[in-house]
Protein backbone atom coordinates (compact mmCIF):
# COMPACT_ATOMS: atom_id res chain seq x y z
CA UNK A 1 0.00 0.00 0.00
CA UNK A 2 2.83 2.45 1.18
CA UNK A 3 4.42 1.63 -2.51
CA UNK A 4 1.16 2.79 -4.33
CA UNK A 5 0.70 5.98 -2.60
CA UNK A 6 4.20 6.96 -2.98
CA UNK A 7 3.71 6.01 -6.54
CA UNK A 8 0.82 7.99 -6.77
CA UNK A 9 2.55 11.12 -5.22
CA UNK A 10 4.60 11.31 -7.66
CA UNK A 11 2.65 11.66 -10.16
CA UNK A 12 0.81 14.53 -8.29
CA UNK A 13 3.99 16.28 -7.63
CA UNK A 14 4.51 15.89 -11.46
CA UNK A 15 1.45 17.50 -12.10
CA UNK A 16 1.95 20.38 -9.96
CA UNK A 17 0.74 19.13 -6.34
CA UNK A 18 -2.02 22.01 -6.14
CA UNK A 19 -5.69 21.64 -5.87
CA UNK A 20 -6.60 24.63 -7.78
CA UNK A 21 -5.00 23.05 -10.59
CA UNK A 22 -7.00 19.87 -10.87
CA UNK A 23 -9.42 21.04 -13.22
CA UNK A 24 -6.80 21.73 -15.61
CA UNK A 25 -5.04 18.92 -15.20
CA UNK A 26 -8.14 17.08 -16.09
CA UNK A 27 -8.47 19.09 -19.16
CA UNK A 28 -4.76 18.15 -20.09
CA UNK A 29 -4.62 14.48 -19.90
CA UNK A 30 -8.13 13.99 -21.35
CA UNK A 31 -6.89 16.10 -24.57
CA UNK A 32 -4.11 14.43 -25.04
CA UNK A 33 -5.44 10.84 -25.05
CA UNK A 34 -8.76 12.10 -26.97
CA UNK A 35 -6.99 13.80 -29.27
CA UNK A 36 -4.27 11.00 -30.05
CA UNK A 37 -6.05 8.17 -30.35
CA UNK A 38 -9.94 9.35 -31.63
CA UNK A 39 -9.24 8.42 -34.99
CA UNK A 40 -7.98 5.38 -34.00
CA UNK A 41 -10.52 2.70 -34.05
CA UNK A 42 -9.11 -0.71 -33.86
CA UNK A 43 -9.14 -2.53 -36.78
CA UNK A 44 -10.00 -6.29 -35.94
CA UNK A 45 -9.82 -8.78 -38.10
CA UNK A 46 -12.06 -12.10 -36.35
CA UNK A 47 -10.05 -15.51 -36.68
CA UNK A 48 -10.75 -18.68 -35.56
CA UNK A 49 -7.99 -20.93 -33.26
CA UNK A 50 -7.33 -24.57 -33.62
CA UNK A 51 -8.07 -25.13 -29.58
CA UNK A 52 -7.50 -28.46 -28.07
CA UNK A 53 -10.86 -29.44 -26.37
CA UNK A 54 -9.29 -31.08 -23.11
CA UNK A 55 -5.75 -29.70 -22.05
CA UNK A 56 -5.83 -32.54 -18.72
CA UNK A 57 -7.18 -35.59 -19.88
CA UNK A 58 -5.31 -37.63 -22.83
CA UNK A 59 -7.62 -40.50 -22.71
CA UNK A 60 -10.96 -38.98 -22.55
CA UNK A 61 -11.24 -37.16 -25.98
CA UNK A 62 -7.82 -37.35 -27.53
CA UNK A 63 -6.50 -34.54 -29.68
CA UNK A 64 -9.98 -33.23 -30.53
CA UNK A 65 -9.96 -29.59 -30.94
CA UNK A 66 -12.61 -26.74 -31.31
CA UNK A 67 -12.72 -23.46 -33.45
CA UNK A 68 -12.08 -20.90 -30.40
CA UNK A 69 -12.75 -17.24 -31.78
CA UNK A 70 -10.74 -14.22 -31.54
CA UNK A 71 -10.26 -10.52 -32.86
CA UNK A 72 -6.07 -9.53 -33.72
CA UNK A 73 -5.34 -6.24 -34.99
CA UNK A 74 -1.81 -5.42 -35.36
CA UNK A 75 -2.51 -1.68 -36.84
CA UNK A 76 -0.37 -0.59 -34.02
CA UNK A 77 2.49 -2.81 -33.68
CA UNK A 78 6.38 -2.20 -34.14
CA UNK A 79 6.75 -5.82 -35.72
CA UNK A 80 8.64 -8.13 -33.52
CA UNK A 81 9.49 -6.04 -31.26
CA UNK A 82 5.90 -3.88 -29.54
CA UNK A 83 4.64 -5.77 -26.84
CA UNK A 84 1.00 -8.64 -26.75
CA UNK A 85 -1.79 -6.97 -25.47
CA UNK A 86 -4.07 -10.30 -24.40
CA UNK A 87 -7.39 -9.83 -23.85
CA UNK A 88 -8.79 -12.52 -21.66
CA UNK A 89 -12.25 -12.88 -22.45
CA UNK A 90 -15.21 -13.60 -19.81
CA UNK A 91 -18.49 -14.67 -20.10
CA UNK A 92 -19.87 -13.46 -23.31
CA UNK A 93 -19.34 -12.71 -27.03
CA UNK A 94 -16.06 -11.06 -27.27
CA UNK A 95 -17.06 -8.35 -29.88
CA UNK A 96 -18.81 -7.12 -26.87
CA UNK A 97 -15.55 -6.83 -24.68
CA UNK A 98 -13.62 -5.77 -27.58
CA UNK A 99 -16.04 -2.75 -28.61
CA UNK A 100 -16.52 -1.48 -24.80
CA UNK A 101 -12.44 -1.71 -23.77
CA UNK A 102 -11.09 0.88 -26.00
CA UNK A 103 -8.35 1.82 -23.31
CA UNK A 104 -6.35 -1.30 -24.56
CA UNK A 105 -6.61 -0.01 -27.76
CA UNK A 106 -5.21 3.12 -27.11
CA UNK A 107 -2.58 1.71 -24.96
CA UNK A 108 -1.68 -0.55 -27.92
CA UNK A 109 -1.22 2.38 -30.05
CA UNK A 110 0.97 4.65 -27.82
CA UNK A 111 3.04 1.70 -27.00
CA UNK A 112 3.08 -0.68 -30.44
CA UNK A 113 1.90 -3.27 -29.36
CA UNK A 114 0.06 -6.44 -31.13
CA UNK A 115 -3.76 -6.37 -29.78
CA UNK A 116 -5.68 -9.54 -29.38
CA UNK A 117 -9.31 -10.57 -27.60
CA UNK A 118 -9.77 -14.01 -27.22
CA UNK A 119 -13.29 -15.75 -26.53
CA UNK A 120 -13.70 -17.60 -23.63
CA UNK A 121 -14.55 -21.36 -24.55
CA UNK A 122 -18.42 -21.98 -24.67
CA UNK A 123 -18.95 -18.17 -24.89
CA UNK A 124 -20.12 -16.25 -28.19
CA UNK A 125 -19.53 -18.69 -31.43
CA UNK A 126 -16.51 -20.56 -29.37
CA UNK A 127 -18.93 -23.57 -28.82
CA UNK A 128 -16.88 -26.62 -28.59
CA UNK A 129 -19.61 -29.04 -29.19
CA UNK A 130 -22.17 -26.62 -30.93
CA UNK A 131 -25.55 -27.15 -29.98
CA UNK A 132 -24.78 -29.93 -27.75
CA UNK A 133 -22.61 -28.09 -25.91
CA UNK A 134 -24.29 -27.19 -22.80
CA UNK A 135 -25.67 -31.05 -22.32
CA UNK A 136 -23.94 -33.18 -19.65
CA UNK A 137 -21.32 -34.48 -19.94
CA UNK A 138 -20.21 -32.10 -22.46
CA UNK A 139 -21.00 -28.75 -20.75
CA UNK A 140 -17.83 -30.24 -17.92
CA UNK A 141 -15.23 -29.03 -20.16
CA UNK A 142 -16.33 -25.31 -19.44
CA UNK A 143 -13.83 -24.61 -16.23
CA UNK A 144 -11.30 -21.83 -15.14
CA UNK A 145 -8.31 -24.08 -15.62
CA UNK A 146 -9.68 -25.23 -19.18
CA UNK A 147 -9.96 -21.61 -20.10
CA UNK A 148 -6.68 -20.55 -18.91
CA UNK A 149 -5.06 -23.87 -20.65
CA UNK A 150 -6.32 -22.09 -23.52
CA UNK A 151 -5.43 -18.69 -23.58
CA UNK A 152 -1.35 -20.30 -22.93
CA UNK A 153 -1.80 -21.89 -25.65
CA UNK A 154 -2.47 -19.66 -27.98
CA UNK A 155 -0.51 -17.01 -27.15
CA UNK A 156 2.44 -19.31 -27.64
CA UNK A 157 1.35 -20.80 -31.03
CA UNK A 158 0.62 -17.16 -32.12
CA UNK A 159 3.63 -15.59 -30.64
CA UNK A 160 5.44 -18.26 -33.04
CA UNK A 161 3.12 -17.90 -36.11
CA UNK A 162 3.31 -13.97 -35.75
CA UNK A 163 7.12 -13.52 -34.92
CA UNK A 164 6.92 -12.15 -31.72
CA UNK A 165 8.66 -15.00 -29.75
CA UNK A 166 10.53 -11.77 -27.90
CA UNK A 167 7.42 -9.75 -27.55
CA UNK A 168 6.17 -9.32 -23.67
CA UNK A 169 3.01 -10.22 -23.01
CA UNK A 170 0.33 -8.22 -20.86
CA UNK A 171 -3.01 -9.80 -20.10
CA UNK A 172 -6.18 -7.35 -19.50
CA UNK A 173 -9.58 -7.99 -18.30
CA UNK A 174 -12.51 -7.19 -16.29
CA UNK A 175 -14.60 -8.37 -14.01
CA UNK A 176 -14.42 -12.13 -14.39
CA UNK A 177 -11.80 -11.54 -17.06
CA UNK A 178 -10.35 -9.73 -14.69
CA UNK A 179 -9.76 -12.77 -12.33
CA UNK A 180 -8.67 -14.69 -15.38
CA UNK A 181 -6.07 -11.84 -16.07
CA UNK A 182 -4.89 -12.26 -12.20
CA UNK A 183 -4.91 -16.27 -12.61
CA UNK A 184 -2.98 -16.13 -15.78
CA UNK A 185 0.01 -14.42 -14.01
CA UNK A 186 -0.53 -16.57 -11.66
CA UNK A 187 -0.29 -19.70 -13.26
CA UNK A 188 1.54 -18.78 -16.29
CA UNK A 189 4.10 -16.63 -15.46
CA UNK A 190 6.59 -17.76 -17.97
CA UNK A 191 4.02 -17.00 -20.76
CA UNK A 192 2.77 -13.33 -19.15
CA UNK A 193 4.64 -10.83 -17.79
CA UNK A 194 2.00 -8.64 -16.18
CA UNK A 195 -1.72 -8.43 -15.90
CA UNK A 196 -4.32 -5.11 -15.63
CA UNK A 197 -7.39 -6.89 -13.73
CA UNK A 198 -9.72 -4.38 -13.73
CA UNK A 199 -13.14 -4.62 -11.19
CA UNK A 200 -12.35 -8.21 -10.41
CA UNK A 201 -13.78 -9.99 -7.26
CA UNK A 202 -11.16 -12.63 -6.75
CA UNK A 203 -12.18 -12.54 -2.93
CA UNK A 204 -15.84 -12.61 -2.97
CA UNK A 205 -16.08 -15.44 -5.98
CA UNK A 206 -13.32 -17.23 -4.10
CA UNK A 207 -15.86 -17.44 -0.80
CA UNK A 208 -14.33 -14.86 0.88
CA UNK A 209 -16.06 -11.72 2.73
CA UNK A 210 -19.26 -11.03 3.54
CA UNK A 211 -22.16 -12.70 1.92
CA UNK A 212 -24.03 -9.29 2.26
CA UNK A 213 -21.70 -7.59 0.97
CA UNK A 214 -22.84 -7.01 -3.05
CA UNK A 215 -26.23 -5.92 -2.59
CA UNK A 216 -25.24 -3.52 0.29
CA UNK A 217 -22.59 -2.17 -2.32
CA UNK A 218 -25.47 -1.71 -4.48
CA UNK A 219 -27.91 0.13 -2.35
CA UNK A 220 -24.80 2.48 -1.10
CA UNK A 221 -24.81 3.97 -4.68
CA UNK A 222 -28.15 5.14 -4.83
CA UNK A 223 -28.29 5.86 -1.07
CA UNK A 224 -25.11 8.30 -2.00
CA UNK A 225 -27.19 9.74 -4.28
CA UNK A 226 -30.32 10.81 -1.98
CA UNK A 227 -30.65 8.73 0.83
CA UNK A 228 -34.78 9.28 0.36
CA UNK A 229 -34.04 7.02 -2.73
CA UNK A 230 -32.90 3.68 -0.81
CA UNK A 231 -36.32 4.82 1.63
CA UNK A 232 -39.06 5.08 -1.88
CA UNK A 233 -37.31 1.63 -2.91
CA UNK A 234 -38.02 0.03 -0.01
CA UNK A 235 -41.43 1.21 0.26
CA UNK A 236 -41.88 0.19 -2.78
CA UNK A 237 -40.83 -3.56 -2.10
CA UNK A 238 -42.89 -3.30 0.90
CA UNK A 239 -46.05 -2.12 -0.86
CA UNK A 240 -45.77 -4.95 -3.00
CA UNK A 241 -45.40 -7.45 -0.39
CA UNK A 242 -48.42 -6.47 1.41
CA UNK A 243 -49.84 -7.25 -1.46
CA UNK A 244 -48.63 -10.19 -2.53
CA UNK A 245 -49.71 -11.50 1.08
CA UNK A 246 -53.25 -10.14 0.51
CA UNK A 247 -52.57 -12.39 -2.98
CA UNK A 248 -53.82 -9.56 -4.63
CA UNK A 249 -52.46 -10.25 -7.83
CA UNK A 250 -54.53 -8.12 -10.50
CA UNK A 251 -53.25 -5.13 -8.53
CA UNK A 252 -49.75 -6.32 -9.09
CA UNK A 253 -49.84 -6.85 -12.76
CA UNK A 254 -51.69 -3.50 -12.98
CA UNK A 255 -48.86 -1.24 -10.98
CA UNK A 256 -45.96 -3.25 -12.57
CA UNK A 257 -47.86 -3.86 -15.90
CA UNK A 258 -47.12 -7.58 -16.18
CA UNK A 259 -48.49 -9.61 -19.18
CA UNK A 260 -49.79 -11.84 -17.26
CA UNK A 261 -50.73 -11.36 -13.47
CA UNK A 262 -48.82 -13.74 -10.94
CA UNK A 263 -50.51 -16.29 -9.26
CA UNK A 264 -47.90 -17.85 -6.62
CA UNK A 265 -45.34 -16.68 -3.77
CA UNK A 266 -42.72 -18.21 -7.11
CA UNK A 267 -44.23 -15.81 -9.40
CA UNK A 268 -43.86 -12.92 -6.88
CA UNK A 269 -40.07 -14.00 -6.03
CA UNK A 270 -39.21 -13.78 -9.94
CA UNK A 271 -40.87 -10.19 -9.93
CA UNK A 272 -38.56 -9.51 -6.96
CA UNK A 273 -35.70 -10.85 -8.06
CA UNK A 274 -36.16 -9.08 -11.90
CA UNK A 275 -36.79 -5.82 -9.94
CA UNK A 276 -33.53 -6.46 -7.73
CA UNK A 277 -31.22 -7.13 -10.78
CA UNK A 278 -32.93 -3.66 -12.35
CA UNK A 279 -30.76 -1.23 -9.59
CA UNK A 280 -27.75 -4.27 -10.13
CA UNK A 281 -27.38 -3.54 -13.84
CA UNK A 282 -27.62 0.34 -12.87
CA UNK A 283 -25.02 0.15 -10.05
CA UNK A 284 -22.97 -1.56 -12.21
CA UNK A 285 -23.28 0.49 -15.77
CA UNK A 286 -23.44 3.72 -13.85
CA UNK A 287 -21.41 5.56 -16.36
CA UNK A 288 -21.23 9.41 -16.64
CA UNK A 289 -22.05 8.89 -20.28
CA UNK A 290 -25.00 6.80 -22.42
CA UNK A 291 -23.51 3.12 -23.11
CA UNK A 292 -24.85 0.09 -25.19
CA UNK A 293 -22.57 -2.48 -22.69
CA UNK A 294 -25.04 -5.46 -21.76
CA UNK A 295 -27.86 -3.05 -22.63
CA UNK A 296 -28.79 0.29 -23.13
CA UNK A 297 -27.97 3.06 -20.12
CA UNK A 298 -28.35 6.17 -19.96
CA UNK A 299 -25.50 8.89 -18.65
CA UNK A 300 -25.66 8.46 -14.50
CA UNK A 301 -28.23 5.60 -14.22
CA UNK A 302 -28.50 5.74 -10.88
CA UNK A 303 -29.56 9.07 -10.90
CA UNK A 304 -32.31 8.85 -13.40
CA UNK A 305 -33.19 5.63 -11.35
CA UNK A 306 -33.53 8.06 -8.14
CA UNK A 307 -35.00 10.67 -9.71
CA UNK A 308 -37.96 8.55 -11.43
CA UNK A 309 -38.41 6.49 -7.95
CA UNK A 310 -38.42 10.24 -6.14
CA UNK A 311 -40.54 11.75 -8.75
CA UNK A 312 -43.34 9.20 -9.55
CA UNK A 313 -47.01 9.51 -7.93
CA UNK A 314 -46.98 6.04 -7.12
CA UNK A 315 -44.31 4.17 -5.39
CA UNK A 316 -45.08 0.77 -7.08
CA UNK A 317 -45.32 2.53 -10.43
CA UNK A 318 -42.19 4.67 -9.64
CA UNK A 319 -40.31 0.96 -9.11
CA UNK A 320 -41.58 -0.17 -12.63
CA UNK A 321 -40.38 2.41 -14.14
CA UNK A 322 -37.40 2.61 -12.64
CA UNK A 323 -37.17 -0.96 -13.44
CA UNK A 324 -38.11 -0.42 -17.17
CA UNK A 325 -34.61 1.82 -17.45
CA UNK A 326 -32.94 -1.17 -17.67
CA UNK A 327 -35.66 -3.68 -19.34
CA UNK A 328 -37.44 -1.29 -21.30
CA UNK A 329 -35.23 1.54 -22.66
CA UNK A 330 -36.19 1.43 -26.07
CA UNK A 331 -39.67 2.29 -24.68
CA UNK A 332 -41.35 -0.27 -27.01
CA UNK A 333 -42.60 -3.25 -24.49
CA UNK A 334 -45.64 -2.82 -23.39
CA UNK A 335 -45.74 -5.10 -20.81
CA UNK A 336 -43.33 -7.39 -18.99
CA UNK A 337 -42.65 -10.74 -19.37
CA UNK A 338 -41.67 -12.01 -15.56
CA UNK A 339 -39.55 -15.36 -17.30
CA UNK A 340 -38.60 -13.79 -20.05
CA UNK A 341 -36.79 -10.41 -19.13
CA UNK A 342 -34.77 -12.43 -16.21
CA UNK A 343 -33.63 -16.34 -15.50
CA UNK A 344 -32.74 -16.61 -11.75
CA UNK A 345 -29.77 -18.89 -11.57
CA UNK A 346 -26.70 -19.88 -9.36
CA UNK A 347 -25.53 -16.14 -9.93
CA UNK A 348 -27.54 -13.73 -7.85
CA UNK A 349 -26.66 -11.00 -9.27
CA UNK A 350 -27.72 -12.17 -12.24
CA UNK A 351 -26.84 -14.57 -15.52
CA UNK A 352 -28.01 -13.07 -18.39
CA UNK A 353 -30.08 -14.74 -21.22
CA UNK A 354 -29.18 -16.87 -23.95
CA UNK A 355 -26.40 -19.29 -24.52
CA UNK A 356 -24.09 -17.25 -22.57
CA UNK A 357 -26.20 -17.16 -19.41
CA UNK A 358 -26.19 -21.48 -19.68
CA UNK A 359 -22.54 -21.18 -19.35
CA UNK A 360 -22.58 -19.20 -16.37
CA UNK A 361 -24.94 -20.40 -14.73
CA UNK A 362 -23.14 -23.88 -15.16
CA UNK A 363 -19.45 -21.68 -13.74
CA UNK A 364 -21.74 -20.55 -11.21
CA UNK A 365 -22.82 -24.20 -9.82
CA UNK A 366 -19.36 -25.48 -9.84
CA UNK A 367 -15.69 -23.17 -9.53
CA UNK A 368 -17.49 -19.61 -9.12
CA UNK A 369 -18.92 -19.15 -5.59
CA UNK A 370 -21.92 -16.51 -5.61
CA UNK A 371 -23.49 -16.96 -2.28
CA UNK A 372 -24.90 -13.28 -1.76
CA UNK A 373 -27.87 -12.22 0.15
CA UNK A 374 -30.00 -9.43 0.24
CA UNK A 375 -31.67 -9.24 3.68
CA UNK A 376 -33.54 -5.42 3.82
CA UNK A 377 -31.81 -4.44 6.98
CA UNK A 378 -28.07 -3.92 5.01
CA UNK A 379 -30.04 -3.28 2.22
CA UNK A 380 -32.84 -2.02 0.02
CA UNK A 381 -33.94 -4.91 -1.81
CA UNK A 382 -36.55 -7.73 -0.01
CA UNK A 383 -34.70 -10.69 2.26
CA UNK A 384 -33.75 -12.93 -0.51
CA UNK A 385 -31.36 -15.83 0.59
CA UNK A 386 -28.97 -17.65 -1.44
CA UNK A 387 -27.12 -20.22 0.84
CA UNK A 388 -24.20 -22.84 -0.04
CA UNK A 389 -27.23 -25.17 0.80
CA UNK A 390 -29.44 -23.77 -2.02
CA UNK A 391 -26.66 -23.65 -4.24
CA UNK A 392 -25.91 -27.42 -4.11
CA UNK A 393 -30.01 -28.02 -4.16
CA UNK A 394 -30.31 -25.85 -7.35
CA UNK A 395 -27.06 -27.28 -9.05
CA UNK A 396 -27.57 -30.58 -8.31
CA UNK A 397 -30.70 -30.35 -9.99
CA UNK A 398 -30.28 -28.35 -12.83
CA UNK A 399 -26.54 -29.45 -13.56
CA UNK A 400 -25.83 -32.98 -11.60
CA UNK A 401 -23.00 -30.90 -9.74
CA UNK A 402 -21.91 -30.78 -6.19
CA UNK A 403 -20.10 -27.51 -6.35
CA UNK A 404 -16.85 -27.50 -4.77
CA UNK A 405 -16.52 -24.65 -2.28
CA UNK A 406 -13.08 -23.08 -1.79
CA UNK A 407 -11.55 -24.36 -5.07
CA UNK A 408 -10.56 -21.44 -6.44
CA UNK A 409 -9.19 -20.18 -3.16
CA UNK A 410 -7.43 -23.52 -3.31
CA UNK A 411 -6.07 -23.57 -7.03
CA UNK A 412 -5.25 -19.33 -7.27
CA UNK A 413 -4.49 -18.53 -3.27
CA UNK A 414 -6.93 -16.40 -2.46
CA UNK A 415 -6.09 -13.63 0.08
CA UNK A 416 -2.44 -14.84 0.07
CA UNK A 417 -0.94 -13.19 -2.89
CA UNK A 418 2.25 -12.11 -1.53
CA UNK A 419 4.57 -14.16 -3.64
CA UNK A 420 2.65 -12.90 -6.62
CA UNK A 421 3.80 -9.86 -8.81
CA UNK A 422 3.29 -7.59 -11.74
CA UNK A 423 -0.56 -7.28 -11.14
CA UNK A 424 -2.90 -4.15 -11.51
CA UNK A 425 -5.90 -4.30 -9.26
CA UNK A 426 -8.21 -1.72 -10.10
CA UNK A 427 -11.81 -0.31 -8.73
CA UNK A 428 -14.15 1.64 -8.87
CA UNK A 429 -16.02 3.18 -5.43
CA UNK A 430 -19.09 3.11 -7.41
CA UNK A 431 -18.63 -0.44 -8.64
CA UNK A 432 -20.72 -3.22 -6.20
CA UNK A 433 -18.27 -5.89 -7.33
CA UNK A 434 -15.34 -3.60 -5.63
CA UNK A 435 -15.39 -4.57 -2.29
CA UNK A 436 -14.95 -8.26 -2.99
CA UNK A 437 -11.32 -7.83 -5.02
CA UNK A 438 -8.12 -6.56 -3.65
CA UNK A 439 -8.35 -2.79 -2.19
CA UNK A 440 -4.89 -2.05 -1.21
CA UNK A 441 -1.59 -2.61 -2.73
CA UNK A 442 0.25 -5.86 -1.19
CA UNK A 443 3.37 -5.06 -2.26
CA UNK A 444 5.68 -2.72 -4.66
CA UNK A 445 4.37 -5.28 -7.97
CA UNK A 446 0.77 -5.89 -6.78
CA UNK A 447 -0.79 -2.51 -6.89
CA UNK A 448 -3.93 -1.52 -5.81
CA UNK A 449 -5.49 1.59 -7.81
CA UNK A 450 -8.88 3.04 -6.32
CA UNK A 451 -11.11 5.04 -9.00
CA UNK A 452 -13.50 7.20 -6.58
CA UNK A 453 -16.23 7.88 -9.05
CA UNK A 454 -15.78 4.64 -11.39
CA UNK A 455 -18.38 2.35 -12.12
CA UNK A 456 -17.41 -1.51 -13.30
CA UNK A 457 -14.23 -1.39 -15.31
CA UNK A 458 -14.96 2.20 -16.30
CA UNK A 459 -10.68 2.75 -16.61
CA UNK A 460 -11.15 -0.07 -19.26
CA UNK A 461 -13.75 1.98 -21.31
CA UNK A 462 -12.14 4.25 -24.36
CA UNK A 463 -11.00 8.03 -23.10
CA UNK A 464 -14.29 10.30 -23.24
CA UNK A 465 -14.45 13.89 -22.64
CA UNK A 466 -17.48 12.91 -19.41
CA UNK A 467 -14.58 10.62 -17.87
CA UNK A 468 -13.71 12.13 -14.32
CA UNK A 469 -10.41 12.81 -13.18
CA UNK A 470 -10.14 9.84 -11.16
CA UNK A 471 -10.51 7.92 -14.06
CA UNK A 472 -7.48 10.01 -16.28
CA UNK A 473 -4.93 9.88 -13.43
CA UNK A 474 -5.68 5.89 -12.80
CA UNK A 475 -5.43 5.40 -16.50
CA UNK A 476 -1.77 7.20 -16.64
CA UNK A 477 -0.57 5.18 -13.84
CA UNK A 478 -1.68 2.05 -15.48
CA UNK A 479 0.12 3.31 -18.81
CA UNK A 480 3.33 3.85 -16.82
CA UNK A 481 3.01 0.57 -14.97
CA UNK A 482 2.76 -1.48 -18.00
CA UNK A 483 5.62 0.40 -19.96
CA UNK A 484 7.78 -0.66 -17.24
CA UNK A 485 6.78 -3.80 -16.60
CA UNK A 486 7.13 -4.28 -20.31
CA UNK A 487 11.09 -2.49 -19.96
CA UNK A 488 12.02 -4.89 -17.44
CA UNK A 489 10.38 -7.99 -19.48
CA UNK A 490 12.99 -6.82 -22.58
CA UNK A 491 15.96 -6.66 -20.24
CA UNK A 492 15.40 -10.16 -18.73
CA UNK A 493 14.91 -11.96 -22.20
CA UNK A 494 17.56 -10.14 -23.70
Known amino acids: MAAHWLFLGFLLLGFGGKTETRLSVKEKLNNEVVSSHRDLAPDFKEKYFKQVLDHFNYNSLGNGTFDQRYLITDQYWEKGNGPLFFYTGNEGDIWEFALNSGFISELAAAQGALLIFAEHRYYGKSLPFGKDSFNI ?59 LAASAPILSTA ?76 AMMDYPYSTHFIGSMPAFPVKV ?27 QLTCYDLYSLYVECADPTGCGLGFD ?54 QFWGDDLSTASNIIFSNGDLDPWANGGIRKSLSRSLIAISIPEGAHHLDLRESNPADPESVIVARKMESEIIAEWVKAARKESS
Open 357 to 410: SKAWDYQACTEIELCYESNNVTDMFPPMTFTEQQREQYCGKRWGVVPRSGWLKT
Open 207 to 282: GLGDSRQFFRDVTTDFEKFNPACREAVQGAFQKLSTLAQQEDYRRIQSAFSLCKPPSSPQDIHQLNGLLRNAFTMM
Open 137 to 195: PEVGLLTVEQALADYALMITDLKQELGAQKCPVIVFGGSYGGMLSVYMRIRYPNIVSGA
Open 305 to 331: ACETMLNGTDLMSALRDTAGIVYNSTG
